[in-house]
């Protein structure tokens, strides 16, 4: 058995579960308020699970772990503009692959193991590494499917469009075929159409 495929899966899963359920940001769910990062954690694992059922082990633990906490590191930490914006996103992903390799420690997994989530985490590799880009599409689609909408009410339509072709542009082949599959909102489809044909 491979330190990848052995029983502390669950276990790891439940920690970060138990730690991103610790969000005092609530939105809805279900009809019902939870927490904003465990909701966001279940989406991705739901997104991983439908675009790729077969996902080995650490990235199923990466998709998992991918907003591990994050909200201790709140965007206003950071100076506004696109140096603060990169300096925020680069500690955080280097905290959520620390966090996460202190849970999957306490979990009994390796050295190998771990450094291996750590490294799909950062997103080290996404254009040569195939489990790093997978977690990369599974963001850009949980992004549209699920927080979208809300984020493009906040901000001007060009904007949005700028976006949108950036995630798009992150996305594999496959990550935007199956992107176009998603049920989305008709605004959201509007605007990516929008986005696709400028």
């Known amino acids: 058995m491979s330190e990848l495929s052995n029983p502390s899966f669950e276990n790891a899963i439940a920690a970060i579960d ?9 939105v809805e769910s279900d009809g019902t308020q939870r927490p904003a990062e465990l909701v966001y954690s279940e989406r991705m ?29 709140p965007r206003n930490s950071y100076p506004m503009g696109r140096v603060g914006y990169l300096r925020w996103r680069t500690e955080l992903k280097n905290r959520h692959a620390d966090q996460t390799a202190e849970i999957l420690a306490d979990c009994g997994y390796g050295d190998d193991a771990i450094a291996r989530v750590k490294s799909i985490i950062r997103k080290e590799r996404p254009k040569s590494d195939p489990d790093s880009q997978m977690l990369e599409d599974v963001i850009c689609h949980v992004f549209l499917q699920f927080y979208l909408i809300d984020f493009a009410a906040k901000h001007e339509e060009a904007k949005i469009i700028e976006i949108l072709q950036k995630t798009w542009g992150k996305m594999s082949v496959e990550g935007q075929q199956s992107a176009m599959n998603l049920p989305l909102p008709e605004t959201v489809k509007t605007l990516v159409g929008t986005a696709l044909s400028n």
Do not use: I, K, V
């Not at 138990?18 to 940001?25: F, I, S």
């Not at 739901?46 to 590191?73: T, V």
């Open 18 to 26: 138990r730690a991103n359920a610790e969000d005092p940001n609530m």
């Open 45 to 73: 694992s739901s997104a991983l699970q439908r675009f790729c059922p077969d996902a080995p082990e650490a990235l199923r633990l990466a998709a998992r772990a991918q907003h591990l906490r994050r909200w201790q590191l």
